[in-house]
């Protein structure tokens, strides 16, 4: 969950909060914003549990109890999907995107968290793409790539927000020239890492 993520759930969760009918416990409104936030660090820590337990100044098996339910949760929100892929148009942007989620859950390297960021990005390229008349991952077009990668470095957006979005269309591209759906020599190549400075 990168920071305008974060930003913008947390708004959410403080929208749910006013405008409840009654007052949310507070074990449970600190439970909700913990989650939000441990994914967060998660997310700003690469990953890597030993510098989010530095991060949030807890223990690890603290981390990993509260880790625990959110796993849970987006285990249960997997199993919900899972029949989305079946249940998609083939050939349709949303199908893809699906395939492409479901080929990346099954990657064990990866959280749910960072699932969760790539769908995010997807979900905003496909409705990029949607705005342009696209419906099919057949009708996207290599300029589109290129017109996408120039809004989000004109968006006010933090650099690796930016480099997020970017990469994970690159990788959702080439996943789609390796399926056979696109031909990738003829989309732009991937964006090029800027050095650290």
């Given at each position: 969950?990168?920071?305008?993520s974060?930003?913008?759930?947390?708004?959410?969760?403080?929208?749910?909060?006013?405008?409840?009918?009654?007052?949310?416990?507070?074990?449970?409104?600190r439970?909700?914003?913990e989650?939000?936030?441990?994914e967060?660090?998660?997310?700003?820590?690469?990953?890597?549990r030993?510098?989010?337990?530095?991060?949030?100044?807890?223990?690890?098996?603290?981390?990993?109890?509260?880790?625990?339910?959110?796993?849970?949760?987006?285990?249960?929100?997997?199993?919900?999907?899972k029949g989305?892929v079946?249940?998609t148009?083939?050939g349709?942007?949303?199908?893809?995107?699906?395939?492409f989620?479901k080929?990346?859950s099954?990657?064990?390297s990866?959280t749910?968290?960072t699932?969760?960021?790539?769908r995010?990005?997807?979900?905003?390229?496909?409705?990029?793409?949607a705005?342009?008349?696209?419906?099919?991952?057949?009708?996207?077009?290599?300029t589109?790539?290129?017109?996408?990668?120039?809004q989000v470095?004109?968006?006010?957006?933090?650099?690796n927000?930016?480099?997020?979005?970017?990469?994970?269309?690159?990788?959702?591209?080439?996943?789609?020239?390796?399926q056979?759906?696109?031909?990738?020599?003829?989309?732009?190549?991937?964006?090029a890492?800027?050095?650290a400075t």
């Amino acid at each position: 969950m990168d920071e305008e993520s974060f930003q913008e759930q947390v708004e959410r969760l403080a929208q749910k909060l006013t405008k409840a009918r009654t007052p949310w416990a507070l074990r449970k409104a600190r439970q909700e914003f913990e989650r939000l936030y441990i994914e967060y660090v998660m997310f700003r820590a690469d990953n890597n549990r030993r510098a989010a337990v530095d991060m949030l100044d807890i223990s690890l098996s603290s981390l990993k109890e509260k880790i625990e339910p959110i796993s849970a949760s987006a285990r249960a929100r997997a199993k919900a999907r899972k029949g989305s892929v079946a249940n998609t148009k083939k050939g349709s942007l949303e199908n893809g995107r699906e395939r492409f989620l479901k080929m990346l859950s099954g990657k064990r390297s990866l959280t749910q968290a960072t699932i969760s960021a790539y769908r995010r990005c997807i979900n905003e390229f496909c409705e990029f793409l949607a705005k342009k008349g696209r419906k099919k991952v057949s009708d996207m077009k290599p300029t589109d790539v290129t017109a996408y990668r120039r809004q989000v470095t004109r968006r006010n957006l933090a650099s690796n927000s930016r480099t997020q979005r970017v990469q994970a269309v690159d990788q959702w591209i080439d996943f789609l020239g390796d399926q056979g759906d696109i031909v990738r020599s003829k989309f732009p190549k991937r964006a090029a890492k800027k050095p650290a400075t």
